[in-house]
C-alpha cells in the first residue's frame, strides 16, 4: 500500500494534498484496497460548506458502503465529474485521477491537526 | 478459538487471495477484483472453495422417514443419486438451515449445511433422531470444491474418470477425476452450469493441483466468497443469516417450492406452514432494483409514504446488469411485480422497484 509522503491523512483514510489557500481531497490506497471494487460514488455540490468531520459524501463499493468525512472544514470550490461516471478510477489512481474535491479552507489551522505519512503508515500499520 | 484453515489454505495464498474469517474458517473472499471475478464466472467459469460447508450422513432404515419428518421438501420422493434443496424448520415455522439432501441408497443420505449453522444443526439433529437412524458429522473429512459455469462443466466432463454428460442438474455420482475419489454432483450457488466436488481433505491439494492448470489454460481461475456472493444474488438464491432465518418461514422466503405440505407425512413446522397458507402470509421475499443512486443493504428499512412496509435482507451491486439490486421481506399488498418504494440508505433514501427475478438471465442455464 502506498502512502506518499508528500500528502497529510486522516485516521478514516482519506488524504489531502496543501494548495495555497485550497485542498485537494482523496482516499488513500488503503482505503480503496479495503474497500474493493468501488462501483458508485455519491458526492455534494460546488459550494456546499461543511465542518470537519461531517461526511460530505458517500462511496458504494461491492463489499459495503462508506462515508467521506471531510478531513478540514470549507466549502466545496471543484468536485471530480469524472468520478459518478468512472468510480472504479477511485481504486486505480486513488492520488492521482482519483482526487474527489477541491476544497477552499475556512479554518486553515485545521491542517495542523492531520497526520504526517509517518503517522498514517503506523495507524494502517505497515 | 482461531478460525480454522481449509486443506487449501496455502494455496489460496500462493494464488494472492485476500482470506477473512467466515463462520469459523480462514476464508479467501477475493483473488482480485470480486466484479472480474463474477464476471469470469459468467463467461467461462471458475473454482471455488467452499470447504467451510457442513456434511453430515444420515444412515438407517429409519433414515427417509426420519429426514422427512425434520425437512420441508419431499424425501421419499428423491431416486438414488439425486439432489434435493431443503429446509429444516422449527415447530414455530422458523428455518432452523437450509441445505441439500443427497440420496446415497435407500437407506443412506448426504446432508450438505451451511458452516455457519452446523453445530446448531447438529444439536437439532440429534434431539429429534430416533431409533434406526445413525448421524454422523463428517464435516472435518471433507474438502469441498465447486466448479462453476460453462466451461468449467466442460472441464470436469473432460478431466473426469466417469461420462458424466448425461448426469442432470441436481443428480450426482460417486466417482473420481485423476484417479482422486470424489463425490461429483452437479449442483451449485451462482446459477451457472457446474459441478461440487466432495473430496477427502488428504487428497483436496492433488486435486486443486490437478484442476489449477487446466483452469488457467481455459482461462480461468480460482474465485473468492465476494463473487459467490454477488453471484447468488443475481439468481435471488436464500442466504441463510441474510435472507432466511429462524423468524423466517419457507412460505414467506418464497419458496413454496420446496414445501411438500401434501407429501403424506407431518413435519416440524407443518402446523405454521398450514397456518400461513389457510391465513394468508403477512410478508414475502421479493427481488427489487434500485432506481436512483446508491447501494441498498442487509437490515435497512423499506419506506412507503414514509412508513416502514418492509426490510432489506441482501443488496448489492450486480456486476452483469451494473445497477443496484436486492432482496426484501414486504407487506403482501407490496410485495408485487413493479411496486416502488424508497430504502432508508441512512440518513439518505433511494428509489427502488419490485421487479420479476432471477435479476439476470442466464445465456446457459444450468439445466
Same mark, same amino acid.
Given at each position: 500500500?502506498?502512502?506518499?509522503?508528500?500528502?497529510?491523512?486522516?485516521?478514516?483514510?482519506?488524504?489531502?494534498?496543501?494548495?495555497?489557500?485550497?485542498?485537494?481531497?482523496?482516499?488513500?490506497?488503503?482505503?480503496?484496497?479495503?474497500?474493493?471494487?468501488?462501483?458508485?460514488?455519491?458526492?455534494?455540490?460546488?459550494?456546499?460548506?461543511?465542518?470537519?468531520?461531517?461526511?460530505?459524501?458517500?462511496?458504494?463499493?461491492?463489499?459495503?458502503?462508506?462515508?467521506?468525512?471531510?478531513?478540514?472544514?470549507?466549502?466545496?470550490?471543484?468536485?471530480?465529474?469524472?468520478?459518478?461516471?468512472?468510480?472504479?478510477?477511485?481504486?486505480?489512481?486513488?492520488?492521482?485521477?482519483?482526487?474527489?474535491?477541491?476544497?477552499?479552507?475556512?479554518?486553515?489551522?485545521?491542517?495542523?491537526?492531520?497526520?504526517?505519512?509517518?503517522?498514517?503508515?503506523?495507524?494502517?500499520?505497515? | 478459538?482461531?478460525?480454522?484453515?481449509?486443506?487449501?489454505?496455502?494455496?489460496?495464498?500462493?494464488?494472492?487471495?485476500?482470506?477473512?474469517?467466515?463462520?469459523?474458517?480462514?476464508?479467501?473472499?477475493?483473488?482480485?477484483?470480486?466484479?472480474?471475478?463474477?464476471?469470469?464466472?459468467?463467461?467461462?467459469?471458475?473454482?471455488?472453495?467452499?470447504?467451510?460447508?457442513?456434511?453430515?450422513?444420515?444412515?438407517?432404515?429409519?433414515?427417509?422417514?426420519?429426514?422427512?419428518?425434520?425437512?420441508?421438501?419431499?424425501?421419499?420422493?428423491?431416486?438414488?443419486?439425486?439432489?434435493?434443496?431443503?429446509?429444516?424448520?422449527?415447530?414455530?415455522?422458523?428455518?432452523?438451515?437450509?441445505?441439500?439432501?443427497?440420496?446415497?441408497?435407500?437407506?443412506?443420505?448426504?446432508?450438505?449445511?451451511?458452516?455457519?449453522?452446523?453445530?446448531?444443526?447438529?444439536?437439532?439433529?440429534?434431539?429429534?433422531?430416533?431409533?434406526?437412524? =445413525?448421524?454422523?458429522?463428517?464435516?472435518?473429512?471433507?474438502?469441498?470444491?465447486?466448479?462453476?459455469?460453462?466451461?468449467?462443466?466442460?472441464?470436469?466432463?473432460?478431466?473426469?474418470?466417469?461420462?458424466?454428460?448425461?448426469?442432470?442438474?441436481?443428480?450426482?455420482?460417486?466417482?473420481?477425476?485423476?484417479?482422486?475419489?470424489?463425490? /461429483?454432483?452437479?449442483?451449485?450457488?451462482?446459477?451457472?452450469?457446474?459441478?461440487?466436488?466432495?473430496?477427502?481433505?488428504?487428497?483436496?491439494?492433488?486435486?486443486?493441483?490437478?484442476?489449477?492448470?487446466?483452469?488457467?489454460?481455459?482461462?480461468?481461475?480460482?474465485?473468492?466468497?465476494?463473487?459467490?456472493?454477488?453471484?447468488?444474488?443475481?439468481?435471488?438464491?436464500?442466504?441463510?443469516?441474510?435472507?432466511?432465518?429462524?423468524?423466517?418461514?419457507?412460505?414467506?422466503?418464497?419458496?413454496?417450492?420446496?414445501?411438500?405440505?401434501?407429501?403424506?407425512?407431518?413435519?416440524?413446522?407443518?402446523?405454521?406452514?398450514?397456518?400461513?397458507?389457510?391465513?394468508?402470509?403477512?410478508?414475502?421475499?421479493?427481488?427489487?432494483?434500485?432506481?436512483?443512486?446508491?447501494?441498498?443493504?442487509?437490515?435497512?428499512?423499506?419506506?412507503?409514504?414514509?412508513?416502514?412496509?418492509?426490510?432489506? =435482507?441482501?443488496?448489492?451491486?450486480?456486476?452483469? /446488469?451494473?445497477?443496484?439490486?436486492?432482496?426484501?421481506?414486504?407487506?403482501?399488498?407490496?410485495?408485487?411485480?413493479?411496486?416502488?418504494?424508497?430504502?432508508?440508505?441512512?440518513?439518505?433514501?433511494?428509489?427502488?422497484?419490485?421487479?420479476?427475478?432471477?435479476?439476470?438471465?442466464?445465456?446457459?442455464?444450468?439445466?
Amino acid at each position: 500500500m502506498s502512502v506518499p509522503g508528500n500528502l497529510l491523512y486522516t485516521e478514516e483514510h482519506e488524504w489531502v494534498l496543501v494548495e495555497e489557500g485550497t485542498v485537494l481531497v482523496g482516499i488513500t490506497d488503503h482505503a480503496q484496497g479495503e474497500l474493493g471494487d468501488i462501483v458508485d460514488v455519491q458526492l455534494f455540490e460546488v459550494g456546499v460548506e461543511f465542518q470537519k468531520g461531517q461526511s460530505i459524501g458517500t462511496i458504494d463499493a461491492v463489499k459495503a458502503t462508506a462515508d467521506l468525512y471531510a478531513p478540514v472544514s470549507g466549502v466545496i470550490q471543484e468536485v471530480n465529474s469524472d468520478l459518478p461516471d468512472g468510480p472504479d478510477t477511485l481504486n486505480q489512481d486513488p492520488y492521482g485521477r482519483g482526487w474527489i474535491y477541491r476544497i477552499r479552507l475556512t479554518d486553515p489551522a485545521e491542517i495542523d491537526e492531520l497526520m504526517s505519512p509517518e503517522d498514517y503508515e503506523e495507524h494502517i500499520d505497515i | 478459538m482461531s478460525a480454522q484453515a481449509t486443506a487449501l489454505h496455502d494455496r489460496h495464498l500462493a494464488c494472492g487471495a485476500k482470506m477473512v474469517d467466515f463462520a469459523g474458517y480462514r476464508m479467501p473472499i477475493q483473488y482480485g477484483s470480486i466484479i472480474e471475478e463474477h464476471l469470469l464466472v459468467r463467461r467461462l467459469g471458475g473454482v471455488f472453495d467452499v470447504s467451510h460447508m457442513g456434511e453430515f450422513f444420515v444412515e438407517g432404515p429409519g433414515a427417509e422417514a426420519f429426514l422427512d419428518s425434520v425437512t420441508v421438501n419431499h424425501v421419499a420422493s428423491l431416486a438414488h443419486g439425486q439432489v434435493q434443496y431443503s429446509a429444516f424448520m422449527t415447530p414455530e415455522g422458523g428455518i432452523v438451515d437450509d441445505l441439500l439432501v443427497h440420496r446415497m441408497d435407500d437407506t443412506h443420505f448426504m446432508l450438505v449445511v451451511n458452516a455457519s449453522n452446523r453445530d446448531k444443526d447438529w444439536a437439532w439433529l440429534q434431539a429429534h433422531v430416533g431409533e434406526g437412524v =445413525t448421524l454422523k458429522d463428517r464435516s472435518d473429512e471433507f474438502s469441498l470444491l465447486a466448479l462453476q459455469g460453462r466451461e468449467a462443466y466442460q472441464l470436469v466432463l473432460r478431466m473426469a474418470d466417469q461420462d458424466l454428460k448425461d448426469l442432470p442438474y441436481y443428480w450426482f455420482r460417486e466417482g473420481s477425476l485423476g484417479g482422486i475419489p470424489l463425490i /461429483l454432483a452437479r449442483t451449485g450457488y451462482t446459477g451457472e452450469r457446474g459441478f461440487e466436488l466432495y473430496v477427502k481433505n488428504e487428497r483436496a491439494g492433488e486435486l486443486w493441483d490437478l484442476l489449477m492448470p487446466a483452469l488457467r489454460e481455459g482461462g480461468m481461475g480460482p474465485i473468492g466468497l465476494g463473487a459467490r456472493d454477488s453471484l447468488r444474488l443475481e439468481m435471488k438464491y436464500a442466504l441463510y443469516g441474510n435472507d432466511i432465518d429462524g423468524g423466517t418461514s419457507t412460505l414467506e422466503a418464497d419458496l413454496g417450492w420446496i414445501t411438500k405440505m401434501k407429501k403424506g407425512r407431518p413435519f416440524l413446522g407443518l402446523e405454521v406452514l398450514q397456518r400461513q397458507k389457510a391465513q394468508g402470509l403477512q410478508r414475502k421475499l421479493v427481488g427489487f432494483e434500485v432506481l436512483g443512486r446508491g447501494i441498498a443493504r442487509h437490515g435497512q428499512d423499506c419506506l412507503m409514504d414514509g412508513l416502514s412496509i418492509g426490510q432489506v =435482507t441482501s443488496g448489492g451491486h450486480s456486476p452483469v /446488469l451494473g445497477k443496484a439490486i436486492g432482496m426484501a421481506y414486504l407487506a403482501l399488498p407490496h410485495a408485487v411485480n413493479g411496486v416502488e418504494f424508497e430504502v432508508d440508505l441512512g440518513g439518505r433514501r433511494c428509489a427502488a422497484r419490485v421487479v420479476p427475478t432471477p435479476f439476470v438471465q442466464l445465456e446457459v442455464p444450468c439445466r
